[in-house]
Nanobody, 123 residues
Framework: QVQLVESGGGLVQAGGSLRLSCAAS????????MGWFRQAPGKEREFVAA????????YYADSVKGRFTISRDNAKNTVYLQMNSLKPEDTAAYYC????????????????WGQGTQVTVSS
């Protein structure tokens, strides 16, 4: 069982930055692909970014490419999402997730989820 706890959300003005963190309880954290997803009210959960087990490969949704950066620290069992140049359309609950099998941008492929942290971007 893997427990994931997100932090770092909040209210920020458009153009601002936030850094989300996700702390994992897994003993074998480095064995998991880690991803970030988001869900706005009335919308489906959507892929934001994912990082490989070693952190050397990163994948992004087109909507955040060039603005968001995903990274991980396997020594700290933590994955991060640095969000710059935030836009009102980035407003959503952000979730981190762990995938045992391999890279995917589908939420169905992820095995463990955090409770989410709210990000609100004002215009």
């Amino acid at each position: 069982q893997v427990q994931l706890v997100e932090s770092g959300g909040g209210l920020v003005q458009a153009g601002g930055s936030l850094r989300l963190s996700c702390a994992a309880s897994a003993r074998l954290f480095s064995m998991y692909i880690m991803g970030w997803f988001r869900q706005a009210p009335g919308k489906e959960r959507e892929f934001v970014a994912a990082v490989s087990r070693s952190g050397d490969r990163r994948y992004y949704a087109d909507s955040v490419k060039g603005r968001f950066t995903i990274s991980r620290d396997n020594a700290k069992n933590t994955v991060y999402l640095q969000m710059n140049s935030l836009k009102p359309e980035d407003t959503a609950a952000y979730y981190c997730a762990a995938n045992r099998d391999g890279y995917s941008d589908s939420a169905r492929e992820y095995d463990y989820w955090g409770q989410g942290t709210q990000v609100t971007v004002s215009s």
